[in-house]
């Protein structure tokens, strides 16, 4: 039987040179407070501009439990975590990002509750949104509510990335292979027993945010194309609905005409009507265009990413030494 547990940290970054450093200083000391436990940093680089694969390349020599992984190019959050999840070697997995944004601190209650043996997953959510723009959390407040209205897998407001696995879970998300990714659908769709805790919003300790509004609100699209088919059936509906009106308007005319005789009066809401319809129509075929953008994607099998270079397979010195 193995002695010890071996945790992973999963770490995705983009223009984090500042705080790829701090964040190590600050995940040791806690990871530190966890008796018996291995553990291993995998810091991602998603393609940053700036010094980022630097100051990660040096924990990486001062410390043998720094992997990093650099990715060829900017593929986003989402393939950065994939990369990370499918680097990590051990038998519980975290995900954090790099701002701090994630307590560290939560980590070993995390690790205790796992170990106690029911929960398969420990996440975390948000309970408030301080330091938010209010603007940006009304939208996020009712895309929550209509995600959940739209989709079987319930997503949980307010959700984080960061959340502790167990191997086994981890593995059922790297078999989900899709290429739209929206991980946290992933998480709840894949099933097991997870635990929530909650905490106040935490602001990051460095740099910036790289969520502008426009990429949220675009992302949010993607997540609703990803785990709901309701659009699609949008288009159906508002045609039955169209169809019913306009039956309902002839039959109307052909009165109107039998009764009171012909009139070419009414021009001006036949013009309505004919934008009304041409517009819902064309909103339509938008819906269906996203969706068959998304198969066309997913049909060409791309990879998620591609690594240029990456330290996870190296041996730790101790384990060099023994072998
Ligand atoms: N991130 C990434 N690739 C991207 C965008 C972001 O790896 O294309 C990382 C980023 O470095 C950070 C985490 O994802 O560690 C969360 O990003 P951010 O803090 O900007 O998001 P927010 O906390 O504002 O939602
Ligand atoms: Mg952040």
């Known amino acids: 039987m193995k002695q010890q547990d071996s945790i ?143 989709s079987k897998t319930q997503i949980v407001d307010g959700a984080r990335d960061f959340r502790l696995m167990k191997r086994q879970m981890v593995d059922a998300v790297l078999s989900i292979t899709e290429y739209n990714r929206f991980t946290k659908g992933i998480f709840s769709w894949v099933g097991f027993e997870t635990k929530w805790l909650e905490y106040e919003n935490i602001e990051r300790v460095a740099g910036e945010t790289k969520w502008s509004f426009w990429k949220l609100f675009l992302y949010s699209i993607e997540s609703i194309v990803a785990f709901s088919t309701a659009p699609l059936a949008l288009a159906s509906v508002l045609g039955i609905i169209l169809f019913g009106i306009a039956i309902v308007f002839i039959v109307l005319i052909i009165v109107r005409t039998l009764y009171f005789g012909d009139s070419t009066s009414g021009w001006p809401s036949l013009v309505c009507v004919i934008l009304l319809t041409s517009g819902i129509q064309l909103l339509c075929i938008g819906v269906i265009g996203e969706y068959l953008a998304k198969t066309y994607l997913e049909a060409k099998h791309r990879p998620l990413y591609i690594i240029k270079e990456k330290n996870t397979d190296q041996k730790k010195n101790s384990e060099a030494e023994n072998s």
Do not use: H, W
């Open 8 to 150: 992973s940290i999963v770490v995705p970054c983009y223009n984090e040179e500042e705080a790829i450093p701090i964040f190590y200083g600050e995940i040791v000391k806690k990871l530190n407070t966890i008796p018996n436990i291995d553990y291993e940093i995998i810091y991602i680089n998603d393609g940053s501009r700036d010094k980022s694969a630097k100051e990660m390349k040096q924990l990486a020599i001062q410390d043998d439990r720094v992997k990093y992984i650099l990715l060829s190019r900017n593929f986003g959050k989402e393939a950065a975590m994939y990369a990370g999840l499918k680097e990590s070697k051990g038998d519980y997995i975290a995900i954090m990002d790099v701002d701090l944004q994630d307590p560290p601190v939560l980590l070993k209650e995390m690790y205790e509750t796992l170990k106690s043996g029911y929960y398969d997953s420990v996440a975390t959510r948000r309970v408030t949104r301080k330091g938010e723009p209010p603007i940006r959390s009304l939208f996020a407040r009712l895309y929550y509510k209509l995600i959940n209205k739209l």
